[in-house]
């Protein structure tokens, strides 16, 4: 073993720092030896993947559960697989560290036409497509190597965005010298004077407000400033609703919580009560057409006090430089607290009252009867992660319960990411349990990563909705077109295909009563992974999809 302390050893340092503790990736010649570094690394274990894309996604996955993730491919083919996945991390603001092992400097510097290049003689056009999809990019040198590794991974956490580390095969093994301050700072708090101002402000229009409400999203996780948000609900008495992106982080089963709010698909009280608003308190939202249906929100924008990451804005008038965080605390210490009565709070545990479910046995599974059976079935501290499709527009609808942590990605909305996402999110804490809800049509994309988590023994609990093809396209445009079809899997077969043995259970379910004993029998094998395939007809999908099927279908004409 190498006792030289090295550039690549400070970069794998600096992740576990940051606490990552898995590194997703596929070998290649540019980056074998660096990996050699990281399998020797005490606090980090390599994952790898079957392909890069699914290291990607995995990475994004694990990212949104612990915070920050990387992933190492080689040059060129490597780095190109995984790009659509980094750009998704860009689109929804998660910390991924994408370092890429590349040709020798020498080789780059004198232009030769080596493997997995372009064959002209330059090395920087992946670099410049990163550029694109990254908040930094870096290519590290003898003499930049841990400046520069600290600037990209600072950006990488404070701006929550993924970055770009290109790293020679000649450079990762130089020596280095090893940090001894650590890579973050404090943040510098706000300025009184700007606290001041902006409470000043604001506190006048919030008290004045007769029907104020708490409208919350995504950047809220991101952020982490889940806490924070709790703190105003209570302190203000407010109702609060949040968009789908950013389902879960406020307590679903909380009195304050009024529902997922998606413009003119949501139930009437709660589309009456945001659209409605004389004062909004929005919380790290961003407005985009798959959450709002297609831009149906109906509030005024006058109506919206905007507390961003980084800014509170209201009317044009921006107070900068003041963290989510702060901003939260800051008006929860000073707006005077309401009472649910005076506010016309109907939570959605009143709004949706559990009805008592009676398993038909013998009756065709639909989708309404699996998302009230996946309702019961979801438990406290679960993560529920769902694809874009059948899947993330039943699961919106369904109340979630307590700590439990909701995965999708409807901005970016690449289907088949969520399969190799829940290889990260489960390695991110194997000890809460995690669920799968996946189309047939995205499964097939990237079903191969089923034999990863296979290998390193998780259990996570995996429904495959068989509902032969691409239903939202179906929905969209073409219900019938030959180019919405796709091939009928053996689904139930694929964990024994893909090399498990009794590492798994695996179930196919037709009808009420098959789903129910599959629901029950899973319970007793907590220790495997299962999977269960779920059949349900061609065009059956939740009401809220067929709603929006019709909205895309003319958003596009």
């Known amino acids: 073993m190498n006792t030289t302390y090295t550039i690549g050893r400070y970069l794998i340092d600096r992740l576990g720092e940051l606490g990552i503790r898995h590194i997703f990736g596929v070998p290649g010649d540019y980056n074998l030896s660096f990996l050699d570094t990281i399998i020797?690394?005490?606090?980090?274990?390599?994952?790898?993947?079957?392909?890069?894309?699914?290291?990607?996604?995995?990475?994004?996955g694990y990212a949104r559960i612990h915070g920050i993730a990387a992933l190492v491919t080689t040059f060129g083919v490597g780095e190109l697989s995984a790009v659509n996945g980094i750009a998704g991390s860009r689109a929804e603001q998660v910390p991924v560290v994408k370092i890429t092992g590349s040709p020798a400097t020498k080789i780059a510097d004198e232009g030769r036409l080596v493997h997995h290049t372009l064959g002209d003689g330059a090395f920087d056009h992946f670099s410049k497509m990163y550029k694109e999809v990254t908040a930094a990019q870096t290519t590290l040198t003898a003499e930049n190597a841990t400046e520069e590794i600290d600037r990209v991974l600072r950006t990488c956490w404070y701006e929550k965005a993924p970055v770009y580390i290109n790293l020679p095969v000649d450079i990762h093994a130089l020596p280095a010298k090893q940090p001894k301050e650590p890579l973050l700072q404090e943040e510098q708090a706000a300025s009184i004077d700007t606290i001041s101002l902006m409470l000043g402000t604001l506190i006048p229009v919030i008290e004045k407000a007769k029907s104020p409400?708490?409208?919350?999203?995504?950047q809220v996780s991101r952020f982490h400033a889940e806490e924070a948000l709790m703190n105003l609900a209570e302190a203000t008495g407010f109702p609060v609703a949040t968009l789908s992106m950013g389902k879960g982080i406020f307590n679903e089963e909380h009195p304050q919580f009024i529902g997922v709010y998606s413009g003119k698909t949501s139930p009437d009280y709660l589309r009456n009560r945001i659209d409605n608003a004389d004062c909004i308190l929005s919380v790290g939202v961003k407005l985009t057409d798959s959450i709002t249906s297609g831009f149906s929100q109906e509030f005024m924008d006058s109506a919206v006090i905007q507390i961003s990451p980084e800014e509170v804005n209201y009317q044009g008038?921006?107070?900068?430089?003041?963290?989510?965080?702060?901003?939260?605390?800051?008006?929860?210490?000073?707006?005077?607290?309401?009472?649910?009565?005076?506010?016309n709070i109907i939570p959605v545990t009143e709004q949706q009252k559990e009805e008592p479910f009676y398993v038909k046995e013998d009756q065709a599974l639909t989708q309404k009867r699996f998302w009230e059976m996946v309702r019961l079935f979801i438990q406290k501290d679960d993560v529920v992660v769902a694809d874009q499709g059948t899947s993330f527009f039943g699961a919106q609808t369904v109340p979630l319960?307590?700590?439990?942590?909701?995965?999708?990605?409807?901005?970016?909305?690449?289907?088949?990411?969520?399969?190799p996402?829940?290889?990260?999110?489960?390695?991110?804490?194997?000890?809460?349990?995690?669920i799968l809800l996946i189309g047939d049509g995205a499964f097939q994309l990237t079903f191969q990563e089923v034999s990863t988590m296979l290998r390193e023994d998780l259990h996570p609990i995996i429904f495959v909705i068989n509902n032969d093809g691409y239903t939202v396209e179906r929905s969209i445009h073409g219900p019938e077109a030959k180019y919405n079809d796709i091939k009928m899997w053996r689904y139930a077969n694929i964990p024994a295909i893909l090399g498990g043995n009794k590492n798994f259970k695996s179930y196919k379910t037709t009808t009420?009563?098959?789903?129910?004993?599959?629901?029950?029998?899973?319970?007793?094998?907590?220790?495997?992974?299962?999977?269960?395939?779920?059949?349900?007809?061609?065009?059956?999908?939740?009401?809220?999809?067929?709603?929006?099927g019709k909205i895309f279908a003319a958003q596009n004409d």
Request: with cysteine.
């Open 40 to 60: 020797e690394h005490p606090a980090l274990d390599w994952v790898g993947n079957c392909n890069e894309l699914n290291a990607a996604y995995a990475a994004d």
């Open 401 to 419: 319960k307590e700590n439990v942590t909701f995965v999708g990605q409807p901005l970016w909305g690449s289907i088949g990411y969520t399969l």
């Open 317 to 343: 008038i921006k107070f900068s430089k003041i963290s989510l965080e702060e901003s939260l605390n800051q008006l929860a210490g000073t707006v005077k607290k309401r009472d649910a009565q005076s506010l």
């Open 512 to 548: 009420e009563g098959e789903l129910a004993d599959a629901l029950k029998d899973m319970a007793k094998s907590p220790d495997v992974l299962r999977f269960v395939e779920v059949v349900t007809q061609k065009m059956d999908m939740p009401k809220v999809l067929t709603v929006l």
């Open 421 to 434: 996402a829940t290889l990260g999110t489960q390695l991110a804490n194997p000890s809460r349990r995690n």
């Open 213 to 218: 409400v708490i409208l919350a999203d995504y």
